[in-house]
């Protein structure tokens, strides 16, 4: 199994610009989610999917869209990027809801918004 | 707010020096607690995760957690660091809400082991 893929590894962009940061996972996981890191704040929740079909927000969603029409990819849309959305954002997946359920990581998007 | 804290930022160590980061949470039920490292340029690896029984959790690289319940406690210790173990760690909490497990980070704990 790969795990959680995403791409592109880097990206930078202008202000306004538009784009879409890929995460899919291979181990059929119905839950999937974003974060994003930033220095001396960890990692915030930014929209999670508990199923196709399904999204919700997290902890800080403006900016950002999702949508999850199969059960492998999530995308993460910015529709007008802005330099405070200058982050690594990673993707992140679980098998299940529970407590139990171990969420697994991919290696991050880097993203730059000039 | 609830939240999770970690009260040390940077922690510069010695190779063989012991290891203690503390991380406090604030949340009231139950909880799962975990501990993730990020090495260098590399992903979110985790280290080790506590649900439920001994409170004391053995991870993977000779780390181990203590949860000590009355104090929202989880940290994490390892008797002798390595240069290796130069990372980012971050605690983080995990709360079932609306039917799903949200994880809370800390704001991480950046360890520089010099050899």
């Known amino acids: 199994n790969a795990g959680v893929t995403q791409t592109p590894k880097f990206q930078v962009l202008k202000t306004g610009q538009s784009m879409t940061l890929q995460c899919a996972q291979d181990m059929n996981h119905e839950y999937m989610s974003w974060y994003r890191q930033d220095p001396g704040m960890g990692l915030r929740l930014i929209h999670y999917?508990?199923?196709?079909?399904?999204?919700d927000q997290g902890e800080v969603p403006n900016g950002y869209n999702v949508s999850r029409s199969t059960t492998e990819d999530f995308p993460l849309r910015l529709l007008s990027a802005a330099p405070s959305q200058t982050s690594v954002y990673f993707c992140?997946?679980?098998?299940?809801?529970?407590?139990?359920?171990?969420?697994?990581f991919g290696p991050g998007t880097r993203l730059t918004v000039l | 707010a609830q939240s999770v804290s970690q009260h040390n930022h940077h922690v510069i160590l010695s190779e063989a020096a012991s290891l203690e980061l503390g991380c406090n949470y604030s949340y009231g039920g139950t909880v799962n607690l975990f501990w993730y490292v990020q090495y260098p340029g590399q992903h979110l690896q985790l280290l080790l995760k506590?649900?439920?029984?001994?409170?004391l959790v053995k991870g993977i690289k000779g780390f181990e957690a203590e949860f000590i319940k009355s104090k929202f406690s989880f940290n994490l210790r390892k008797p002798s660091v390595q240069w290796s173990d130069t990372a980012e760690y971050f605690c983080?909490?995990?709360?079932?809400?609306?039917?799903?497990?949200?994880?809370?980070f800390g704001t991480g704990t950046r360890l520089l082991v010099s050899p």
């Open positions: 506590y649900f439920s029984g001994d409170p």
């Open positions: 983080a909490v995990a709360r079932l809400n609306t039917g799903f497990q949200k994880l809370v």
């Open positions: 999917s508990v199923g196709a079909g399904i999204t």
């Open positions: 992140a997946s679980s098998y299940g809801q529970g407590l139990h359920d171990e969420q697994f």
